[in-house]
């Protein structure tokens, strides 16, 4: 079982930047950043292969501003958001899936998740 606790998160103006960091116990296969907004889905935001070399993808919304990292010696995952936007505010979710989920992107894939932190961003 993988455990992850996310923490970085707080209240900044737009235009303003945060960090996020996932300290985990273990990798999944794929490893990603959600977010859920009130009365919304769980949505997407990027993920990557962990047993190889691989690069990010990002959705749309967050392509060019977030940029996800990682350190394996201390099994750390790093969201670094910049150019933040009140649509941003969401509670943000690092999760844990199988080989499949880097391809599916849909949250049922991922199986593993922490309790979040929450982001707001004031216009």
């Known amino acids: 079982q993988v455990q992850l606790v996310e923490s970085g998160g707080g209240s900044v103006q737009a235009g303003g930047s945060l960090r996020l960091s996932c300290a985990a116990s273990?990798?999944?296969?794929?490893m990603g950043w959600f977010r859920q907004a009130p009365g919304k889905e769980r949505e997407w935001l990027t993920s990557m292969h962990m047993n190889v070399e691989d690069k990010p993808t990002y959705a749309g919304s967050v392509k060019g501003r977030f940029t996800f990292s990682r350190d394996n010696a201390k099994k750390n995952l790093y969201l670094q958001m910049n150019s933040l936007k009140p649509e941003d505010t969401a509670m943000y979710y690092c999760e844990a899936g199988g080989s499949v989920a880097c391809f599916s992107l849909r949250p049922a894939d991922f199986y593993y998740w922490g309790q979040g932190t929450q982001v707001t961003v004031s216009s």
């Open positions: 273990g990798y999944g296969d794929c």
